[in-house]
Nanobody, 130 residues
Framework: QVQLVESGGGLVQAGASLKLSCAAS????????LGWFRQAPGKGREFVAA???????ITTSAEKGRFTVSRDNAVNMVFLQMDRLKPEDTADYYC????????????????????????WGQGTHVTVSS
């Protein structure tokens, strides 16, 4: 049974940092992308960042420079370091795992669509106050 468990959310002031963690279990994730999506109140779930098993990672251009994603394959964990947080970063942050097989991606390409991810965590909430 695949489980993704997020931790690290909370209430912070604008300009602060938070590090989200996600522990994945229940299968081998070597051929899976592990990443993060977020959903702000009243909005859809959007891709934030992800890494594949070979080490490649990607962060959306909007957050590049503030958010850093990393992955530790030895312990099946993915992290999201968020710096210089803004009130508009307030959202539920979801960890996701997506199988790379059958997606038709180029070698090294990292999936960024919600439909490309098979498993989801329960989410961790981040509130950034102004």
């Amino acid at each position: 049974q695949v489980q993704l468990v997020e931790s690290g959310g909370g209430l912070v002031q604008a300009g602060a940092s938070l590090k989200l963690s996600c522990a994945a279990s229940g299968r081998s994730f070597s051929s899976y992308a592990l990443g993060w999506f977020r959903q702000a109140p009243g909005k859809g779930r959007e891709f934030v960042a992800a890494c594949i098993g070979t080490g490649g990672c990607i962060t959306t251009s909007a957050e590049k420079g503030r958010f850093t994603v990393s992955r530790d394959n030895a312990v099946n964990m993915v992290f999201l370091q968020m710096d210089r947080l803004k009130p508009e970063d307030t959202a539920d942050y979801y960890c996701a795992a997506g199988s790379l097989g059958g997606l038709g991606l180029r070698v090294g390409q990292i999936p960024q669509e919600r439909s490309q991810y098979n498993y989801w965590g329960q989410g961790t909430h981040v509130t950034v106050s102004s």
